[in-house]
């Protein structure tokens, strides 16, 4: 978690994969996150993270990333501010990462985890953020239908070869819907996903993602 490492925005990566260290989730229709907050540090004084309270300060009394994002959450309760903007990136195998888009952070809860510890979860929602030229702005023509579902980004990686379908590059990947939607490109399943680098990515006038 990465508290304004934007100016406008936070980031956040997440996992949903079996042996990730924390336990965040994505609601099926991709509109609710639920996201873990980190561990102390491990250090000489702490053999196992895992086994303490995840901090709000650090020793020094100054706010961890979780006590930064817990403290957005309560100016946002208490009418001091709007809801902090978090770009989330999803973790879909060893360094391959896929955008999520733009949530509002809204929640979160203190609470104890099976090892008998607490833990942050911090709740985030969608919204119709998006990016156009490094600002921020509510996109109310954007449908959530257009972005693409992990599993479908998983089938086409695997159908791809992790390659850009025109010239095979392998880095600067982005998964691009084939059929625009302002073509009337709908359903999104892999026969309409695929991979292209940020070139030919970029070439294309009706840019998805
Ligand atoms: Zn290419």
């Not at 309270?53 to 946002?76: E, H, I």
């Not at 989330?88 to 896929?98: A, T």
């Not at 999520?100 to 985890?113: N, T």
């Not at 009337?184 to 993602?209: F, P, Y």
Request: with cysteine.
């Amino acid at each position: 978690m990465n508290y304004r490492l934007n100016p406008n925005y936070s980031v956040i990566l997440m996992s949903q994969r079996k042996n990730a260290p924390y336990r965040d989730k994505i609601s099926e229709d991709g509109l609710r996150i639920e996201y873990e907050g980190h561990d102390i540090p491990r250090t000489a004084d702490i053999d196992d993270p895992k086994a303490v309270d995840q901090p709000r300060f650090t020793k020094n009394g100054k706010p961890t990333q979780n006590g930064l994002f817990a403290s957005a959450v309560d100016d946002y309760s208490s009418g001091k501010r709007q809801a902090e903007i978090v770009r989330v990136y999803e973790k879909l195998f060893s360094g391959i990462w896929s955008e999520k888009g733009f949530f509002r952070l809204i929640d979160y809860k203190y609470e104890m985890d099976a090892n008998n510890r607490r833990v942050f979860i911090f709740t985030l929602e969608s919204s119709q953020i998006d990016i156009d030229s490094g600002e921020l702005k509510e996109n109310v023509l954007r449908e959530r239908s257009r972005v693409i579902p992990s599993e479908v980004k998983k089938e086409v990686w695997i159908r791809d070869k992790g390659r850009c379908v025109i010239c095979g590059a392998t880095d600067e990947l982005h998964f691009d819907h084939d059929l625009p939607y302002s073509k009337g490109g709908t359903s999104i399943t892999s026969e309409n996903v695929r991979i292209l680098c940020a070139r030919h990515n970029l070439e294309k006038s009706d840019k998805i993602q």
